[in-house]
C-alpha cells in the first residue's frame, strides 16, 4: 500500500517540479515506500511539465498545484505548496533529491520532538559517478557532515540573537544560518508566522537567518539522507556562485574575494588544491589529465564568480553594462 495520499495528514511533503523526468519517478517511488504512520500527504506544485510528470504525480496519489512557470519563484512556489498542505510538519524536497531509504521522511521528523526547533534540513551525498571535482565540493558542504547539530545565536531572544549576530565575523554568521530546501522541513506554526522570502534564488538561507534572529533554532539531521547532485559545467557553476555569492554578501556582508589580487591568489590556490585532490583520486591517467586540464578554466570561474556576485550590489548602481549583466546572470 502507498504512502502517498492527497488528503489532509499531519505530515505533508512539498516539491516543485517542471520536466521531472525518470528521476522524479525513482523520487514518488522511494515517497510511496516511506515508513511513515498513517502516511504522508504529497504536494506536487508544477510549472507546466511535458515530460508525463503531472501524470505521474497524480497516478501516484498526490495534490497537484498548478504554477505558472513564468511567475515561478523559488520562495514563493514553495510557500503555495506548503499553504496547500495540511502538515504540521511540512516536508521539502527538490524534484531530483532523492530519498536514499524508507525512512527519510521520519528522519526529517525527528528533530522536532524538541519544540525549539523551527525547521530541519538533512544530509546529501553526490550521486556515485559525480564529477570528481564537484565531489569534492559537495562533501565540503555543511549538508554532508555525519553528526546532527542544532544551530542558534541565543534562544528565545531576538535581541540578544541580533547583537550577537553583529558580533560575528559574516563567515561565522553564514555558517550559524545554513540551511537547505534541497531537502528540509518546516514546523508549520513557525512558517504561519515567518514564510520563505519571495527569492529567485537563496529563500532558504535568507529564511533561516530570519528564523534565527529571531531567536528560533535549526536542526541538521543527517539520517534524512538523499542523493542529490548536477554533472560539473563551468558557466553553470559561474552562475550559481554569481548568485550564491550576491545572497551572502547581502544576507551576511560575506565578501571571501575582496579583490582582482585576491582572485589571482584563489586561482592559484585553486589549481594546487584540484592538483593535489586528482592525485589522491583512482582515476586513470586520461581521466587525470583531463579533469587536471579542465580545473585550470574552473578555477578562475569559480574564484571570479565569488568576486563579482559580492561586488554586484554596488556596481548595479554605477554601469549600465553592470546592471544588465547582473539581470542575465541572475536569470532563473
Known amino acids: ?66 504554477q505558472d512557470q513564468r511567475t515561478f519563484n ?15 510538519v511540512v516536508v521539502l524536497l527538490t524534484q531530483d533529491a532523492l530519498p536514499i531509504s524508507e525512512s527519510f521522511v521520519t528522519g526529517m521528523l525527528a528533530p522536532f520532538a524538541d519544540a525549539a526547533v523551527d525547521g530541519a534540513y538533512g544530509r546529501q551525498h553526490p550521486l556515485p559517478d559525480a564529477d570528481p571535482i564537484l565531489k569534492a565540493r559537495l562533501e565540503q558542504w555543511t549538508a554532508s557532515r555525519s553528526e546532527p547539530a542544532l544551530q542558534h545565536f541565543v534562544q528565545a531572544d531576538a535581541d540578544a540573537s541580533l547583537a550577537l549576530f553583529n558580533e560575528l565575523p559574516p563567515l561565522e554568521r553564514y555558517l550559524r544560518c545554513a540551511f537547505d530546501n534541497v531537502a528540509s522541513a518546516v514546523r508549520r506554526s513557525t512558517w504561519d508566522a515567518r514564510p520563505f522570502p519571495p527569492r529567485n534564488f537563496g529563500e ?55 579583490s582582482w589580487q585576491r582572485v589571482r591568489q584563489g586561482w592559484k590556490w585553486g589549481l594546487g588544491h584540484y592538483k593535489e585532490l586528482l592525485a589522491g583520486l583512482d582515476l586513470t591517467p586520461a581521466q587525470r589529465r583531463y579533469w587536471r ?40
Not at 529564511?207 to 563551468?234: M, N, Q, Y
Not at 580545473?295 to 549600465?320: C, I, M, N
Request: aromatic share 10%.
Open 74 to 88: 523559488h520562495g514563493a512556489t514553495r510557500n503555495r505548496g506548503i499553504e496547500a498542505s495540511s502538515g504540521a
Open 293 to 332: 586540464m579542465y580545473s585550470v578554466p574552473y578555477s578562475l570561474a569559480e574564484t571570479t564568480a565569488q568576486f563579482l556576485g559580492a561586488r554586484s550590489h554596488w556596481k548595479r548602481d554605477t554601469s549600465r553594462f553592470w546592471r544588465r549583466f547582473d539581470d542575465w546572470a541572475c536569470a532563473d
Open 1 to 66: 500500500m502507498s504512502a502517498i495520499t492527497k488528503d489532509p495528514r499531519p505530515v505533508s511533503v512539498v516539491i516543485p517540479t517542471w520536466n521531472g523526468g525518470e528521476r522524479f519517478r525513482r523520487v514518488l517511488d522511494i515517497l510511496a515506500r516511506q515508513d511513515v504512520a498513517g502516511g504522508l500527504q504529497l504536494v506536487v506544485v508544477d510549472s507546466g511539465s511535458k515530460d508525463g510528470t503531472r501524470e505521474a504525480s497524480l497516478e501516484a496519489g498526490a495534490l497537484l498545484v498548478d
Open 204 to 258: 532558504d538561507v535568507a529564511w533561516a537567518r530570519r528564523i534565527l534572529l529571531d531567536g528560533g533554532t535549526i536542526a541538521f539531521e543527517p539520517s534524512a539522507e538523499v542523493e542529490h547532485s548536477h554533472p560539473i559545467s563551468i558557466k553553470r557553476e559561474f552562475f550559481r556562485l554569481y548568485r550564491d555569492h550576491k545572497n551572502l554578501y547581502e544576507l551576511f556582508g560575506l565578501q571571501n574575494v575582496p
